[in-house]
């Protein structure tokens, strides 16, 4: 999966594992970074390698150079991976790529890629559901499996309030809960999970950081790493975060840029028209969706923020026609 794990990620990872396991196969799940604590109960997650812990490198090398088979899910460039990137590509073994993004590198042997897809899990759900044929759902998906991708599709749909929510969305959650798993429970432990020291971050960025630019009808938020480590914040904590910049009234961009090692990850949100994945891609080294992309940037914090603001007049006609 991808550095920074989301849900989506690491849910269909799991869920794609828990199919291979089941057919016998023998599947190690590998992370690049770190995964949230929100994420930690969903089943499978406790054997997942990190690769950024030292003592998982080892043995996460080993089991890609060892590989007959790289499951690439929800990414679709190897940069994604980070220090991994390299050593995926090095290794041996063909790649599969399952995922959801536009302009996917073609470095992998199969693709399973379909940008209307509303999240990768859905993609894997479909994937066994081919595989397996006529057999009936009860029969293919069990409930820890089942929990695993509706997590996915959950967290990648907003709670199934974005535009990227189908018939097909439904028609695959309605067969994942035919499962029995507990819905509200798979919402519960993800968004009302949380320690009250994230609950007093949230406060303090809220309060203290959101700025709102009305005549761009956006909003922003920065956060310096002498502010995360005040907080004693980890990279879990400010998941998520950006989309309240969208709650205010009349924005319809939001954008969080966040200090962290060395360099500034950044958010971005919108809707409607508005394209943030093409703002992100060509200012920010960055992609994803059209109303929710990523950027990382190697300028400080300030410079990176300065270069946000200076190219925001050249879109404010844009900005100011979304509906």
């Known amino acids: 999966m991808h550095r920074d794990p989301d849900a989506d990620a690491l849910g269909s990872s799991l869920g794609w594992a828990s199919y291979l396991i089941k057919k016998g196969h023998d599947v190690t799940v590998i992370s690049p970074t770190e995964y949230t604590a929100n994420l930690r109960w969903l089943s499978g997650s406790e054997h997942v390698l990190v690769y950024e812990k030292q003592t998982d490198q080892v043995k996460c090398k080993n089991k890609i150079s060892q590989a007959t088979l790289i499951c690439c ?13 390299k050593i995926v590509e090095e ?14 590198e073609h470095f992998a042997k199969w693709m399973v890629w379909d940008t209307y897809a509303a999240a990768t899990a859905q993609l894997i759900y479909k ?11 009860t029969e ?9 991708l509706y997590a996915g599709i959950m967290t990648d749909t907003g709670s199934f309030r974005h535009g990227n929510v189908t018939p097909e969305v439904h028609l695959a959650v309605a067969d994942l809960m035919l499962t029995g798993f507990d819905s509200s429970r798979v919402h519960r432990l993800i968004y009302d999970n949380a320690p009250l020291s994230r609950l007093q971050f ?7 950081k959101l700025v709102v630019l009305p005549q761009y009808r956006t909003a922003y938020m920065v956060l310096t790493e002498a502010e995360l480590q005040k907080f004693n914040s980890s990279s879990g904590e400010t998941e998520g975060i950006v989309n309240y910049g969208l709650q205010v009234e009349n924005v319809v961009m939001s954008a969080m840029f966040i200090e962290r090692k060395g360099e ?24 994803g969706h059209k109303n929710a992309s990523g950027g990382r940037s190697e300028q400080s914090v300030n410079e990176t923020v300065a270069t946000f603001l200076n190219i925001l007049p050249g879109y404010q006609q844009e900005l100011l026609n979304v509906d």
């Open 73 to 85: 899910l929800d990414f679709s460039a190897l940069s994604r991976l980070k220090d991994l990137g």
């Open 91 to 104: 290794a041996p073994a063909p790649k599969l790529m399952v995922d959801h993004h536009l302009e996917p």
């Open 127 to 137: 994937l066994i559901k081919e595989l397996e044929g006529n057999s009936p759902v």
């Open 140 to 148: 293919i998906f069990d409930i820890p499996m089942a929990e695993c």
């Open 202 to 208: 949230l406060g303090y960025v809220l309060s203290q």
């Open 264 to 287: 500034v990850k950044i958010s971005f949100r919108s809707v409607g028209t508005f394209s943030v994945r093409d703002l992100a891609s060509t200012y920010f080294n960055g992609g």
